[in-house]
């Protein structure tokens, strides 16, 4: 990952304009469909301060962007979000800003309406235009209702819990669409879990500032997980199971067994939630974790591959979250924290 003398640069625009003096910033991207968060640090003159900086100390719902680029010629978008939280030092005349993504205007909104015969894309593009995002959606075809066989209605949970966001319910369609879901930019995506068909990036152990690889023992052996569920339209329970079959040293030891109770689940519906609970456990075998220099081409839902081990750690991860941090102090760095099971392992299905 070698390359020519690079000059790094960030910057913060609010509401489109430039914010003076940043000399800090740390970008938190992650693959966790939870929102990617950002702190930013300026420093300040005296006051009175500038239009743009009194504007953010006085109003609420600034909507910043942070850029960056390697070669101060072309930049690159990291995160676009409002600001949460700020910090005022007069004395040291520093400003630190913190914020998530747009993903935060979903968390935020409690959900307060039944979705009656809709899709679980028609929800996500509803939502969506109502927070001013745009929406890539993959279209769906089940009416939401008949996932919990209540004549194609949602009801609102909000009288029975502590909290039941926008945010959740599209992440509760998206478990069972077996989806993704997170926001870029100004877009909301609602998007079947990608299996990358890119050419994963390599890293080397000489790429690396530090690196840390670990392995749980624990998941490395069979793992079976059983969904139990009732179907109140058929009256009657079952449960669908998948399980891992690896070969080697762990083959024949009893498995790591993980039952869920889901109620109103279809067979297929409950076999495509076993493979996918399966698939996040065996991926927590292998952990990568690696600081390095600072670029703008990897990213949560990527694939890279690890060489210069010479063990079997050498092999492909997906990452899961990147921190990008830029000072004046230590440059451009970033920590990557990426996960896999070993490869070779088969799935049954019981």
């Not at 998530?100 to 593009?125: C, G």
């Not at 509803?126 to 769906?140: P, S, Y």
């Not at 990452?319 to 996960?339: C, P």
Request: aromatic fraction near 6%.
């Amino acid at each position: 990952m070698s390359g020519p003398i690079r000059t790094p640069r960030i910057r913060a625009l609010a509401n489109g304009t430039l914010l003076p003096s940043l000399i800090a910033a740390q970008i938190d991207s992650t693959s966790h469909a939870t929102a990617d968060r950002f702190r930013l640090t300026m420093a300040l003159p005296a006051p009175p301060f500038g239009t743009n900086v009194a504007s953010i100390l006085q109003n609420a719902g600034q909507l910043l962007e942070v850029q960056a680029s390697t070669d101060g010629l072309a930049w690159t978008s990291l995160v676009q979000g409002e600001i949460d939280h700020l910090r005022l030092d007069p004395v040291s005349q520093r400003l630190t800003l913190e914020g998530r993504d747009l993903s935060a205007r979903l968390i935020e909104s409690r959900l307060t309406e039944t979705f009656t015969n809709q899709t679980a894309s028609d929800v996500a593009t509803t939502l969506a235009g109502r927070h001013g995002l745009a929406a890539n959606v993959q279209t769906t075809a089940t009416p939401i209702g008949a996932y919990w066989q209540l004549e194609h209605d949602v009801v609102s949970l909000d009288s029975f819990c502590r909290s039941h966001s926008e945010w959740d319910l599209l992440l509760t369609l998206a478990a069972r669409e077996g989806f993704d879901l997170w926001v870029s930019g100004t877009t909301l995506n609602f998007q079947p879990t990608a299996q990358s068909t890119s050419a994963p990036t390599t890293i080397a152990v000489s790429d690396c500032l530090s690196i840390v690889l670990e392995r749980s023992l624990t998941l490395a052996r069979d793992i079976e997980v059983t969904i139990k569920s009732w179907n109140s339209r058929e009256a009657k329970g079952f449960s669908r199971t998948a399980r891992t079959a690896r070969t080697g040293p762990s083959a024949g030891l009893s498995p790591l067994r993980a039952i869920q109770i889901i109620p109103n689940l279809s067979l297929a519906d409950a076999q495509a939630i076993a493979q996918s609970r399966l698939a996040d456990l065996t991926r927590q075998e292998r952990i990568l974790t690696a600081n390095m220099p600072g670029d703008l081409i990897l990213a949560p839902r990527q694939q890279l591959a690890l060489a210069g081990t010479a063990t079997d750690f050498d092999q492909l991860y997906w990452i899961e979250r990147i921190t990008r941090s830029l000072t004046w102090r230590s440059g451009f760095t970033q920590t990557i924290r990426a996960r896999n099971a070993s490869p070779g392992i088969e799935v049954e299905f019981l």
